[in-house]
């Protein structure tokens, strides 16, 4: 079972950037690629910088303090797969945007 959560609008995220936001007890960064939305962790397990604030090229983010580059795709760190973050399908009905959460 999914819950889908509305965490903004479309016009809220420019293309090529990201915005965090609360859902739940966590934040999760959702990605303007241009023809789609992604959504993952914001919270780089590195120290904890937001990624919502890296630099997006292409399928992947770096992030702002150190630079590890996270797949947008499938969350893993691109330097140790091992490492892998939370992503989330997401969904756009109208002008909102849905991310949708596992059951905890
Ligand atoms: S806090 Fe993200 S790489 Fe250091």
């Known amino acids: 079972m999914v819950k889908k959560v509305i965490v903004a609008k479309t016009s809220d ?10 859902v739940g007890d966590r934040m999760i960064a959702v990605f303007n690629q241009g023809d789609k939305f992604l959504a993952m962790d914001d919270f780089c397990p590195h120290m904890g910088a937001s990624l919502a604030g890296g630099w997006i ?7 702002p303090w150190h630079a590890w580059r996270f797949s947008l795709t499938d969350g893993t760190w691109l330097d140790n797969p091992k490492i892998k973050l939370d992503i989330f399908a ?3 009905e ?6 949708e959460l596992p059951d905890e």
């Open 13 to 22: 995220i420019p293309v090529n950037e990201a915005r965090a936001f609360p």
């Open 57 to 63: 090229d292409g399928c992947t983010v770096s992030c």
């Open 90 to 92: 997401v969904s756009v």
């Open 94 to 99: 109208g002008d909102d945007i849905h991310v």
